[in-house]
């Protein structure tokens, strides 16, 4: 298995040289923007176990903010701070460098932390002395007034060149209600009403809070309701709150835990093809194309890609645009046979240029008219386009038909724009 920080680097590369490689109808670009997502905000890595001691502490010079005492879990999280005085240099253990916790440990103070007059059950707690390297992680299930829920901690080190935690983009997560606020200290907490299933606004509750110190350590509290994760399929509320989770996440009993991981390995960041199209640029390239007058809003975009609402004043519409400039496609692997729902036109322009026109229902939830043109040039460029009566793909309906015609869809995709700036 690659390791957690290794694999995030990795991905965005071998997505851009893979592109090619997958049948075009339809243009896979919802999946294109979950990965995305799920890159930028990597919430839950350490509950599977894919983290490695990349993912280490920094010189922790910066002040922490305490919850409530141990003990207690009130319903905000208490502002009080508290300063770290010794800024920590070392991944040895040292006067300096506590020694790390164990895994019990760590789940004690979770528990702790928990409202009294509850029961703990099905409890489990690993760090870096029980063989995770560089990260804690702490799993129980609660049961309170209030319910029962599944709830798991993890604390890791983001490095300085990694993204503070934020909202996902709404057409990865349609039915998320997300903040994101600086705290007194300069840290920063998210918090999110979510469910198990993305595409959902229905079934097994997950609510989560993620905080990023200044020196860039990160806490994650989430809490299944009911359960363990995808374990129930009722619609129960969750047992805690989001201010108590928040509490949680923000305890300076955790300060400790932070001191004891070893210095993050610095690594080069995300590797960009070196013809790809800036994200600025993405929005601004689509931008010019929509028609004017619309209002443009939930913009999410990297190099070669772009999503974004558009309104045209009956409804937020989800458009997105894949550029892959090296696709090793052929135009064999455009044929309107491999669609099996909705219409397909396929065109051959004169420069030998093959798009690909369809229109039908969302494959996953079926609730959308999703409408695309898949481009493929002669040399072996790709633009891929997607327009839906959404803002997100398995989001809800939110107007009739998209915005755009499947005319105007096609335009997009045959402009110039997306390779005149390579």
């Given at each position: 298995?690659?390791?957690?920080?290794?694999?995030e680097?990795?991905?965005?590369?071998?997505?851009?040289s893979?592109?090619?490689e997958?049948?075009?109808?339809?243009?896979?670009l919802?999946?294109?923007?979950a990965?995305?997502?799920?890159?930028?905000?990597r919430a839950?890595?350490v509950?599977?176990g894919?983290?490695?001691?990349?993912?280490?502490?920094?010189?922790?010079?910066?002040?922490l903010?305490i919850?409530p005492p141990?003990?207690?879990?009130?319903s905000?999280?208490?502002p009080?701070?508290?300063e770290?005085?010794?800024?920590?240099h070392?991944?040895?253990?040292?006067?300096?460098?506590?020694?790390?916790?164990?895994g019990?440990?760590?789940?004690g103070?979770?528990?702790r932390?928990l409202?009294?007059g509850g029961?703990?059950?099905?409890?489990?707690?690993?760090?870096?002395a029980?063989?995770?390297?560089?990260a804690?992680r702490?799993?129980?299930?609660?049961?309170?007034?209030r319910?029962?829920?599944?709830?798991d901690l993890?604390i890791?080190q983001?490095?300085?060149?990694?993204d503070?935690a934020?909202c996902?983009?709404?057409q990865?997560r349609?039915?998320?209600?997300?903040?994101r606020?600086t705290?007194a200290?300069?840290?920063?907490?998210v918090?999110?009403?979510?469910?198990?299933y993305p595409?959902?606004?229905?079934?097994q509750?997950?609510?989560?809070?993620i905080l990023?110190?200044p020196?860039?350590a990160?806490i994650?509290?989430e809490?299944?309701?009911?359960?363990?994760?995808?374990?129930v399929n009722?619609?129960?509320?969750?047992a805690?709150s989001?201010?108590?989770?928040?509490s949680?996440a923000?305890?300076g009993?955790?300060r400790r835990?932070?001191?004891s991981?070893?210095?993050?390995?610095?690594?080069?960041?995300?590797p960009?093809?070196a013809d790809?199209?800036?994200a600025?640029q993405?929005?601004?390239h689509?931008?010019r194309?929509?028609?004017p007058?619309g209002?443009l809003?939930?913009?999410?975009?990297?190099p070669?890609?772009?999503?974004?609402s558009?309104?045209?004043?009956?409804g937020r519409s989800?458009v997105?645009?894949q550029?892959s400039?090296?696709?090793?496609?052929?135009g064999?692997w455009?044929?309107?046979?491999r669609?099996?729902?909705?219409?397909c036109?396929?065109?051959?322009l004169?420069?030998g240029t093959?798009?690909?026109?369809?229109?039908?229902?969302d494959?996953k939830t079926g609730?959308?008219?999703?409408?695309?043109?898949?481009?493929?040039?002669?040399d072996g460029?790709r633009v891929?386009v997607?327009?839906?009566n959404?803002?997100s793909?398995?989001?809800p309906?939110?107007?009739p038909?998209p915005?755009?015609?499947l005319?105007?869809v096609r335009?997009?995709?045959?402009?110039?724009?997306w390779?005149?700036s390579?």
């Open positions: 298995m690659l390791h957690d920080e290794e694999f680097r990795r991905l965005p590369a071998a997505l851009n893979t592109l090619g997958f049948r075009p109808p339809p243009p896979d919802a999946q294109a923007g990965v995305r997502g799920r890159r930028m905000r839950r890595a509950r599977v894919a983290v490695t001691a990349a993912t280490a502490l920094a010189a922790m010079g910066g002040t903010l919850g141990q003990g207690t879990a009130a905000t999280p208490g009080a701070r508290l770290q005085t010794t800024p920590v070392s991944a040895s253990p040292s006067a300096s460098t506590p020694a790390p916790l164990s019990t440990e760590v789940l103070i979770l528990a932390l409202p009294q029961k703990v059950s099905q409890t489990s707690g690993q760090g870096p029980d063989g995770l390297p560089g804690y702490a799993a129980l299930t609660w049961t309170g007034p319910g029962t829920a599944a709830v993890s890791l983001r490095g300085p060149q990694d503070v934020g996902l983009p709404v990865v349609p039915y998320d209600q997300c903040t606020r705290l200290d300069g840290s920063v907490l918090t999110t009403k979510s469910f198990t595409s959902n606004n229905h079934g509750r997950r609510w989560y809070v990023t110190t020196s860039h990160e994650t509290v809490e299944f309701a009911g359960g363990a994760e995808k374990a009722g619609n129960a509320q969750p805690l989001i201010d108590q989770l928040s949680i923000t305890s009993d955790w835990a932070i001191s991981l070893p210095a993050p390995v610095d690594h080069p960041g995300v960009t093809d790809a199209v800036p600025a993405m929005i601004e689509l931008t194309l929509l028609p007058g209002e809003t939930d913009k999410d975009a990297g070669d890609f772009v999503a974004l558009y309104n045209d004043g009956r989800l997105q645009v550029v400039p090296h696709t090793e496609l052929t064999d455009y044929d309107c046979s669609v099996k729902t909705g219409t036109t396929l065109q051959t004169s420069d093959k798009v690909l026109l369809t229109q039908g229902p494959e609730r959308t008219v999703v409408r695309q043109a898949d481009v493929l040039h002669p460029r891929a997607l327009v839906c959404s803002y793909q398995g989001g309906v939110t107007r038909e915005a755009l015609s005319e105007q335009q997009i995709g045959l402009s110039p724009r390779t005149a390579r």
